[in-house]
């Protein structure tokens, strides 16, 4: 709260500065929910595709119940590397191949649950059928990581953090163009700021500095020009 001696264009500056990172974390906020969403649910769409492409692959192995065959198409697998644990279950719900090989029955699940896949935990976890025609053969169970979500989401924060700092405006920038004002405006009102390009540079006596960014800039011109001329 600022104090009731303090002067009037630092109480503007510090209500716009309030004001636009309001806005900026808001925006940010609904950004990063509705990309969190929509990453969640492209997530699952390729998971599902996957397990469709590896059920119809298996089968020829469940129909002559070949379990090394089994084995091999799910090591195509390896190409996902963030899909931990697969599990190829056949008609009567009994385990008939696993990946990783050698993987411990005790980790998957001990028969096939309801068709679809939901997010469980931090996994991402599937049941695919296998079928030929109307008959079905068997079920793929498939578990993924959300590594790729949290990759996700940690470079999106280093990116917001990056441009929140880059988009802040310096108070001593703002100090500096009001100064610049009233030394170059010493005769008859101020003229009203003029649009500049960014990364303008503003006079400040004799020696011209870049003090702020082109949006910044023009803000902060605008309020000192307002304060002279009342």
């Not at 059920?55 to 899909?83: G, M, W, Y």
């Amino acid at each position: 709260m600022p104090s009731p001696h303090t002067p009037i264009r630092r109480k503007l500056m510090t209500m716009i500065l309030l004001t636009s990172g309001a806005v900026l974390l808001l925006t940010s906020a609904s950004f990063v929910a509705h990309e969190f969403l929509t990453f969640r649910y492209s997530t699952m769409r390729s998971l599902s595709t996957l397990g469709q492409v590896i059920a119809t692959n298996s089968t020829a192995a469940l129909a002559f119940d070949n379990a090394k065959d089994a084995a091999e198409i799910l090591t195509a697998l390896r190409a996902e590397p963030h899909v931990v644990s697969a599990g190829l279950y056949n008609s009567a719900g009994q385990l008939f191949a696993t990946y990783p090989q050698g993987f411990g029955s005790v980790r998957l699940p001990q028969g096939p649950r309801a068709d679809g896949y939901r997010f469980e935990g931090d996994f991402l976890v599937g049941f695919q059928p296998v079928m030929v025609g109307q008959r079905r053969l068997g079920t793929l169970f498939l578990k993924s990581d959300l590594g790729a979500l949290f990759d996700w989401l940690r470079l999106f924060g280093a990116i917001a953090a990056r441009s929140l700092r880059r988009a802040s405006c310096s108070p001593i920038s703002y100090h500096a163009i009001c100064s610049a004002r009233s030394r170059t405006d010493t005769r008859g009102s101020p003229e009203p700021p003029k649009p500049c390009r960014a990364g303008a540079i503003i006079p400040y006596g004799r020696r011209p500095r870049r003090v702020m960014s082109c949006a910044c800039s023009r803000m902060a011109s605008t309020i000192c020009w307002s304060a002279h001329s009342r």
